[in-house]
């Protein structure tokens, strides 16, 4: 006959399970170490023994470190989830065409694209890269919100997780310094053709609803050259989000005043776009209402110079013009983050951002 559950026996059981529960270990999914790091027991199969495939004993000794279960066998899962070592039998290493690539390169760029393949490859590191891929990294206490809010990492593990990527995408210069904010290249590879869709975007069509006749409008100078990339960015960006673009001058300036028309668009899209290049006075007459409006609005600009103080808490897409593949990474890179503005709209509205900053 099962115990009564106020009894003594009962309690007791009770305790037990709730320190059980307690005691439960998180295991990250992300590597515990960073990129340069992970990279020393690969780098000791290749000088030790010219790269064969060997047991995580000799491995171990290789790097002159003691075999166990415990720090060994976690650097061991820090090279793996890299793409460095692979696992071809229980308890057996060897290195992978990535890790010969990065310490072994037969051409002058092997080892960095070798170093950003390892990044692209990692798990959580990979996703929050491609997050903030040519943004600016938000302050350092926003950014820790949006690793456990939005990437799931726990809370005792922040510290580690923000020391491992930054530290990481520092060793594969995935980091820029700009006006003492860290600008987080894109360094992903072009896609085979302007319809393919990243991981990152499939990921997003299946997390965000977006129905027939949602709009994107966008907010942008009509003078050449930045006006001509309505139609070659802009508008395949947003259809490539499932969204039907819009944009002042061709598709609503009809009779009436012009002001009311705008106003209607802003106020009818699900989310909009403010390209910021050249700090045109229009752009950001329009992008006002927007923000008094509190409508979502991705900010995208080719110069951080052109992007007002009082804008730079919330996330901008930069773009540089002299990358051969701009044009496409600036289609996907949009696609993605007017789905996620749609998704979190915390991170782009402009109230949010100020109540954030004042907390």
């Known amino acids: 006959m099962p115990a009564d559950k106020h009894s003594p026996m009962a309690r007791v059981s009770k305790k037990k399970q709730n320190k059980r529960n307690s005691s439960a270990v998180v295991v990250p999914k992300y590597p515990r170490h960073d990129l340069e790091r992970a990279l020393r027991?690969?780098?000791?199969?290749?000088?030790?023994?010219?790269?064969?495939?060997?047991?995580?004993?000799?491995?171990?000794?290789?790097?002159?470190?003691?075999?166990?279960?415990?720090?060994?066998?976690?650097?061991?899962?820090?090279?793996?989830?890299?793409?460095?070592?692979?696992?071809?039998?229980?308890?057996?290493?060897?290195?992978?065409?990535?890790?010969?690539?990065?310490?072994?390169?037969?051409?002058?760029?092997?080892?960095?694209?070798?170093?950003?393949?390892?990044?692209?490859?990692?798990?959580?590191?990979?996703?929050?890269?491609?997050?903030?891929?040519?943004?600016?990294?938000?302050?350092?206490?926003?950014?820790?919100?949006?690793?456990t809010d939005?990437?799931?990492?726990?809370?005792?593990?922040?510290?580690?997780?923000?020391?491992?990527?930054?530290?990481?995408?520092?060793?594969?210069?995935?980091?820029?310094?700009?006006?003492?904010?860290?600008?987080?290249?894109?360094?992903?590879?072009?896609?085979?053709?302007?319809?393919?869709?990243?991981?990152?975007?499939?990921?997003?069509?299946?997390?965000v609803k977006v129905v027939a006749g949602d709009t994107c409008f966008v907010m942008m100078p009509f003078a050449l050259p930045i006006g001509s990339y309505y139609e070659k960015i802009y508008a395949p960006a947003i259809e490539k989000a499932g969204l039907r673009p819009l944009r002042a001058d061709d598709e609503i300036f009809k009779t009436g005043k012009i002001i009311d028309q705008i106003w209607s668009g802003i106020q009818s899209s699900k989310v909009l776009i403010a390209e910021l290049t050249g700090r045109n006075p229009n752009v950001y007459y329009e992008l006002?209402?927007?923000?008094?409006?509190?409508?979502?609005?991705?900010?995208?600009?080719?110069?951080?110079?052109?992007?007002?103080?009082?804008?730079?808490?919330?996330?901008?897409?930069?773009?540089?013009?002299?990358?051969?593949?701009?044009?496409?990474?600036?289609i996907d890179k949009i696609a993605e983050n007017v789905l996620s503005a749609i998704q979190n709209p915390a991170e782009v509205v402009f109230q949010t951002a100020l109540r954030s900053d004042k907390t």
Do not use: M
Not at 296 to 308: H, M
Not at 310 to 323: F, G, K, P, Q, S
């Open 41 to 147: 027991i690969p780098k000791g199969i290749l000088d030790q023994n010219a790269g064969q495939e060997c047991t995580e004993q000799e491995a171990a000794r290789y790097i002159g470190v003691k075999y166990n279960r415990g720090p060994y066998s976690v650097e061991v899962s820090s090279a793996a989830k890299f793409g460095l070592v692979s696992k071809p039998a229980s308890g057996r290493l060897a290195l992978t065409d990535l890790a010969r690539k990065i310490l072994k390169p037969q051409s002058p760029s092997d080892k960095l694209s070798g170093l950003r393949e390892a990044v692209l490859r990692a798990p959580e590191i990979s996703d929050v890269y491609n997050h903030y891929r040519n943004e600016n990294l938000p302050d350092a206490q926003f950014f820790e919100n949006a690793i």
């Open 150 to 207: 939005r990437f799931n990492i726990p809370s005792g593990k922040v510290s580690e997780f923000k020391d491992v990527f930054l530290t990481t995408l520092r060793y594969a210069q995935l980091l820029e310094e700009h006006d003492g904010k860290q600008r987080v290249i894109d360094a992903t590879e072009q896609l085979s053709s302007p319809t393919e869709k990243s991981a990152t975007l499939k990921r997003l069509e299946k997390e």
């Open 288 to 330: 006002g209402l927007a923000h008094a409006s509190g409508k979502p609005v991705v900010l995208v600009c080719s110069s951080e110079a052109d992007v007002p103080f009082d804008l730079r808490h919330i996330r901008v897409i930069y773009y540089e013009t002299t990358d051969p593949f701009w044009g496409q990474k600036l």
